[in-house]
């Protein structure tokens, strides 16, 4: 599996998906935990209502917290209004005009009331920022039951579809005066479907509703015995409960229509999702099945010499890693490239000591013209332009001082390595070894996945979620056929038998020294064949398995006669007369990946409804309760 391109893959749609639903870690909303509602009715038609906000502030500054209620239909009028934090009463102030300035903040720790456009304001004044806390608001509405000739109605909207913020769970309780029975205490409620409400006795109701979303209502209808509001001053002179139950019952059955609609798209959404998935998982076995990698003709254990000599170590290591990028390394084929310079005489290598400590200097030939160097390929050239760079100061330049050099350039270097890695490719991709029919299956399953992911999502949003099961099953099938799209881009015949040579070749690195019955190459061939071990990742152990085999190496002589003729003798020189404290080819692998790691780093920092009245679901319909609460912080 080519798991660093399904790996970006899926982080990529994780991010798309972040900021479709809107969701940011780093800055929550300010939403209720829990809102609670305790509701008493009085003998004379007041109500008394105690909510309870259970606050998460965000990471932003909040300053006031509101409460609104509408007056529009008001028969009586709000008093007794109280707001407090815990044990912590606020203390009324009067603001006179400032309150209606939506910028304006009071003293902490006080409250104010104002009407303003029919509705009244309750506010409070805080300082809060990444906590939570819980408020208490309580008032006093008057004459809120009206009182008819066959029943008395309370008819309340707690919350308006203006409440600014989002609560997960809505609690409430209603106690009305005794004497009422189950025959003569009915109620109703209107909002959310999934919302719940039902009596307690013949005295109490109870109601919920979980997830409460900005833009819904949440109001109470009740029908209660006359006898039970013997001091109502509230009273209209008619018969009015045959036409609450007539209301109640058009609400509930608009209400249960709709649930079983919903009921059906659910079933159809999640059979599709189903579907959806299966057809992901089956174009993906069907892809890979359909593009498996070519036969080879020589299908060889050992390669014993380079199989192309015309290509770099970085357009090599493309096709060395095609089948698995994750693997591959670009400290490794940076360090193979600087190795090829130095094979090429464009750079040359020697001993450096720095407080006593001997460090690799990198020197720049003065034997090679302007027109030798231009006429290196790109990818080359880049590296070359980075070493370049970096001797300016002293003529030359130490592993330390690479590191170095890179922290004060690092959107330079990052540009010259990023250079190397897209000529590379380019050069890679012009010797045509990709199947182009496997890449044009590849790209466009990529697109069409792509288009099915956006409208699934688009799906989710327009509904509101409603329809979830099917966007969720053709996102999920869509991923599936990405990563498999990556799984069938394949080598044509040509470039598998090129990438079969090139890992026997690998393979050849690895266990020459055991394989007496071949001839053992020249020792000059390794100056060449270590560069491309080095982007293999496999320098070190070749080095080991050079010093066993070649006998020479193992008088000092040889070495003084040699080292200034190739950098791989001088290496094997240092790694000798230094030993563990001098491992120039680790060195240079570990130079090279800190380098790499730090230019990307550093130049990224900158950069069901009862229509009777005996409780049971919500119903969706409703509206006309007073009330019509909004509220939230700002």
Known sequence: MKFKHSLKLIIFLVAILTLVLGVNVEARDTHLKRLDFNIVLHENGDMTV???????????????????????????????????????????????????????????????????????????????????????????????????????????????????????????????????????????????????????????????????????????????????????????????????????????????????????????????????????????????????????????????????????????????????????????????????????????????????????????????????INALSQDLKSIYDLVRDACKEEGFVTLKGLEKHTSRNAFKVKGQIDSMESSSKMDFERRNYVDSKSEHVRNTVLVISFLVMFAAFATMITTNFYVLYAPLGFIIGSIIAMISSFEILRLNEEGEQQFVYWKAFGKFIEDFSMMKEYEVPKLVMWEEYMVYAAMMGKAEKAVKQIRTVYKELQDP????????????????????????????????????????????????SRNVSSGGGFGGGFSGGGGGGAGRGGGGFR
């Not at 007056?71 to 707001?83: F, M, N, P, Q």
């Not at 004497?179 to 719940?196: C, I, M, S, Y």
């Not at 240079?588 to 130049?603: D, P």
Request: proline share 2%.
């Open 50 to 372: 105690t909510e309870t906000w259970d606050v998460s502030f965000s990471e932003s500054q909040h300053n006031v917290g509101f409460r609104t209620i509408d007056l529009e239909g008001l028969a009586g009028e709000i008093i007794d209004i109280r707001v407090s934090q815990g044990s912590k009463e606020f203390t009324f102030a009067e603001y006179g005009e400032n309150v209606h300035d939506p910028d304006y903040k009071g003293q902490v720790g006080t409250f104010s009331t104002h009407v303003y456009n029919n509705e009244l304001w309750i506010e409070w004044y805080i300082n809060e920022f990444d906590s939570e806390k819980t408020y208490t608001l309580s008032y006093r509405v008057t004459d809120a039951v009206t009182v008819y000739n066959d029943t008395a109605e309370l008819y309340w909207q707690f919350l308006g579809t203006n409440f600014s913020m989002n609560v997960n769970k809505v609690t409430g309780k209603i106690t009305i005066p005794q004497g009422a029975n189950e025959e003569n205490f009915r109620v109703w409620a209107h909002g959310p479907l999934n919302g719940t409400i039902s009596r307690e006795g013949t005295d109490t109701c109870l109601f919920e509703v979980k997830n409460f979303n900005t833009g819904d209502m949440l109001e109470v209808r009740l029908a209660m015995p006359v006898e039970i509001f013997p001091n109502s001053s509230n009273t209209v002179a008619k018969d009015y409960l045959d036409t609450i139950l007539e209301e109640e019952q058009k609400y509930a059955d608009e209400a249960n229509a709709r649930r079983k609609k919903l009921m059906i798209i659910g079933i159809v959404d999640l059979g599709v999702g189903v579907l959806a998935l299966g057809f992901g998982i089956l174009a993906s076995i069907l892809l890979n099945a359909r593009y498996k990698r070519h036969a080879v003709v020589d299908d060889v254990e050992y390669y014993r010499d380079l199989p192309d000599k015309t290509m770099t170590p970085a357009q090599a290591s493309h096709l060395y890693f095609f089948y698995n990028q994750a693997k591959r390394n670009r400290g490794n084929v940076v360090s193979a490239t600087i190795l090829e310079l130095a094979r090429q005489k464009f750079i040359y290598f020697d001993e450096v000591l720095e407080k006593d400590k001997p460090d690799l200097g990198i020197y720049i030939s003065t034997d090679k013209s302007e027109d030798d």
């Open 557 to 604: 002589q040889y070495y003084d006669t040699h080292r200034s003729s190739s950098y791989l003798f001088f290496f094997m020189y240092m790694n000798s007369t230094r030993g563990g404290s001098f491992n120039s080819f680790g060195n240079i692998t570990k130079t090279f990946n800190n380098i790499n790691n730090s230019a990307t780093r550093l130049s990224q």
